[in-house]
């Protein structure tokens, strides 16, 4: 039963904060606010009713560094994203024309914190983290990636490409950043970085979503393999190239340090075992 009121809580602050953040999309300020209210509600609520239902310290959102793993996440985000853009950009596809709109970059500080908190508190911290306990890292890290990606079917110009594209780039490597170093800070800051570059600095479109203009004034055309076409760069085979070889540094990075966690029935390590109580 743990599970569904956990999913009941998470759930519904997503939806209440997502509902009201998307009516607020016009007004930036408000955005930023609500936003930011809605990200410090996930955390809070995640908390409670984790910490009550299992009884337990709640150390995947320890306060303690979780300022500095929220900013080395976003570092990752930002500079992966940038990254894609320049090789797109190289390739003669995506132009600057001169500065977007600030105010519309302050608005999705909001939006993407709002975003990336209730989508990691649900996605790795309940779904992610229980279906771990009982099939082991790699079964919980490819379902849950895929469940990840197919969600954005729902998006106005999604198409399976685009889910399947979010499956391995996102689902994939945010899971194994939290598998990397058993905090949500980490993924919640990559996942920030990684949107906010979309939308907020290179004005790019998010996951088929129809987001703001952002601080750049630009335009992103070519063929849909390297653009991601209406889907926008999340879409595009540079993205998933760059998701594959983090996500491969992260779950290196696991097995180093021993947090990769057997199906049940096999042998587990006492290390591992402890993980996932």
């Known amino acids: 039963m743990r599970v569904v009121w956990q999913l009941v809580a998470v759930v519904a602050v997503t939806m209440i904060g997502g509902n009201a953040v998307s009516a607020l999309e016009g007004s930036p300020w408000l955005t930023l606010g609500l936003g930011l209210v809605t990200a410090v509600a996930s955390v809070l609520v995640y908390r409670w009713v984790v910490g009550r239902t299992e ?59 709002a975003a990336a908190f209730t989508e990691e508190v649900m996605f790795r911290g309940v779904l992610f983290r229980i279906i771990e306990e009982y099939t082991g890292t790699w079964i919980a890290l490819i379902s849950t990636g895929l469940v990840f990606g197919l969600m954005h079917l729902a998006n106005p110009h999604a198409d399976l490409w685009g889910a399947i594209a979010i499956a391995i780039e996102a689902g ?31 004005s790019t479109e998010v996951s088929g979503n129809d987001t703001p203009q952002g601080l750049l004034d630009t335009t992103t055309a070519g063929p849909t393999p390297i653009t991601g076409g209406a889907f926008g760069p999340e879409g595009s085979l540079y993205s998933v190239l760059f998701g594959v070889l983090v996500t491969i540094g992260f779950l290196w990075l696991a097995h180093r340090r021993g947090n990769l966690v057997p199906r049940r029935g096999a042998d587990r390590t006492e290390a591992a075992t402890t993980l996932v109580r």
């Not at 793993?69 to 950009?89: D, E, P």
């Not at 950043?177 to 800070?185: G, Q």
């Open 55 to 113: 009884r337990r310290p709640v150390t995947e959102l320890a306060r303690k560094g979780a300022w500095s793993a929220i900013g080395r996440g976003a570092l990752i985000g930002v500079a992966m994203f940038g990254a894609v853009i320049a090789n797109i950009a190289f390739l003669g596809h995506y132009d600057v024309h001169g500065l977007g709109s600030v105010t519309g970059a302050v608005g999705l500080v909001g939006f993407m914190a």
């Open 172 to 202: 994939g490597m945010l899971g194994a950043a939290y598998i990397a170093t058993r905090s949500l800070w980490l993924p919640i800051g990559l996942h920030f970085g990684w949107n906010f570059a979309a939308a907020g600095i290179f």
